[in-house]
C-alpha cells in the first residue's frame, strides 16, 4: 500500500469522525430548544398557566436555564429581571396547569431536559469507592448488618445446643 493511500485513508477517517463530533454537537445544541417549543408551545403548557407563547430567544434562554448549572440559573435570573423588572409584574397571572396528559407530556419533557446530568457532578474527579464496612451509613445496609447477625446468632445457638430463648 502507497504511503498517500494511506495518507488518504487515515485523513478520511479523522475527517469523517470529527464530521460526526460536530453533527453531534450541533444536533445537540437544536435538541434541547426543540423540546422546549414543543413543550411550551406545541402541548401549550404556557396557555394552561396563563403564559403567553415563547419566541425564539425565550426558547434559548429556557433551555439554558434548564441545563446550566445553579451559577448559571443565577446569571439569567439576573439578566431577565435587569433587562425586564416589569416582567414581574405579570406573576400573579400565573396558574397552575391543567391536570391533562397534554401538560403531563410537556412538563416530563421539560423534566427530563432539566434533569441531564451536569459534567461536573458525574465522573469527572473519581471518588474512591466506600468498602461495605464504611457503608453503614445507608438504611439497607444497616437492616442487612442487622439481619446477618441474628442469623449468625441463630446458626451459633444452634451448633453450641443452646435453644432458641
Request: proline letters at 5%; glycine letters at 12%.
Amino acid at each position: 500500500m502507497n504511503s498517500a493511500a494511506k495518507w488518504f485513508g487515515i485523513g478520511a477517517l479523522v475527517g469523517g469522525g470529527v464530521a460526526l463530533v460536530v453533527a453531534l454537537f450541533i444536533a445537540a445544541l437544536l435538541i434541547g430548544p426543540f423540546i422546549v417549543w414543543v413543550a411550551w408551545n406545541v402541548l401549550g403548557l404556557g396557555a394552561s398557566m396563563g403564559l403567553p407563547e415563547l419566541g425564539f430567544w425565550a426558547i434559548v434562554l429556557v433551555t439554558l436555564f434548564l441545563v446550566v448549572g445553579w451559577f448559571g440559573k443565577t446569571l439569567i435570573t439576573a439578566i431577565v429581571f435587569l433587562i425586564d423588572p416589569a416582567w414581574l409584574s405579570g406573576a400573579e397571572l400565573v396558574r397552575w396547569p391543567e391536570p391533562d396528559l397534554a401538560n403531563f407530556v410537556a412538563i416530563s419533557l421539560l423534566a427530563i431536559l432539566a434533569g441531564r446530568p451536569h459534567a461536573r457532578g458525574h465522573g469527572s474527579a473519581k471518588k474512591p469507592k466506600k468498602r461495605r464496612d464504611e457503608s453503614g451509613d445507608e438504611p439497607w445496609h444497616t437492616i442487612g448488618d442487622e439481619v446477618r447477625g441474628a442469623i449468625k446468632t441463630a446458626i451459633d445457638e444452634e451448633r453450641h445446643g443452646h435453644g432458641p430463648v
